[in-house]
């Protein structure tokens, strides 16, 4: 079955350091988003993307984070200087398309430690 | 925006038995309601839809039922097994483009 790929699983990282996440999404989905974890709490929306733009962003999602697909394949989460509240589970996901039934298929995620 | 609520203690039950979940929305009635299985350091997977104007809906072992009325929906999983013990997720589309989720209920299963 298609899924979506993660790198790298584990990530540590100094504050105040740039960090890039990166993600496959499933080949024919259109939808890539970005969530995240913090250790104990709710799996929280970053970002929603299509067509080479953002849909929606939440609040989190602040001028440190930015996104990209910089090929065919690859969906990236930058963030540009890294602070200890960072620190969580990210989490990519995809879709076909964006109908009120879509579901979502999620990575495994990377673990973001930041010292 | 929807604020989903689920209930945060953990539940327990023994193999076998019925485990229930509840999830709880506040604003709008959302035209479907999805459920997710997330196991530790994973990421969430989908396992059940309903549409707001159907009242149950069933996979397997699992069923999903939903009262617009209570803003509620409920998940069961009959016949539950040790490998059923994960947290359980609650999510509705948001008013744009984010699935948003409940903060889980996790279920332990013991033999």
């Known amino acids: 079955e298609p899924e979506v790929t993660q790198t790298p699983s584990h990530q540590v990282t100094q504050m105040g350091q740039e960090v890039i996440l990166r993600c496959v999404p499933i080949s024919n989905h259109l939808y890539f988003y970005w969530y995240r974890q913090i250790l104990g709490q709710k799996v929280e929306f970053l970002v929603s993307f299509y067509n080479n733009e953002i849909s929606e962003k939440s609040e989190i999602f602040d001028d440190q984070f930015s996104v990209e697909r910089p090929d065919g394949s690859n969906f990236t989460l930058k963030i540009r200087s890294t602070k200890l509240e960072d620190s969580a589970m990210y989490f990519c996901a995809s879709s076909e398309a964006w109908e009120a039934n879509e579901k979502l298929f999620f990575g495994s995620g990377t673990q973001l430690s930041v010292l | 925006s929807q604020k989903i609520e689920q209930n945060s203690e953990a539940l327990n039950i023994q193999e076998g038995k019925t485990a229930t979940l509840t999830c709880n929305y506040t604003?709008?009635?959302?035209?479907?309601l999805q459920w997710y299985r997330q196991d530790p350091g994973r990421g969430p997977v989908f396992l059940l839809l309903i549409r707001e104007n159907e009242k149950e809906k069933r996979k397997e072992r699992l069923k999903v039922t939903f009262d617009t009325t209570l803003k509620q929906s409920l998940f069961h999983i009959t016949a539950s097994q040790p490998a059923d013990s994960a947290t359980y997720l609650c999510?509705?589309?948001?008013?744009?483009?984010?699935?948003?989720f409940g903060k889980g209920t996790s279920l332990l299963v013991t033999p």
């Open positions: 999510a509705v589309w948001d008013s744009g483009y984010a699935l948003n």
């Open positions: 604003n709008y009635s959302p035209a479907y």
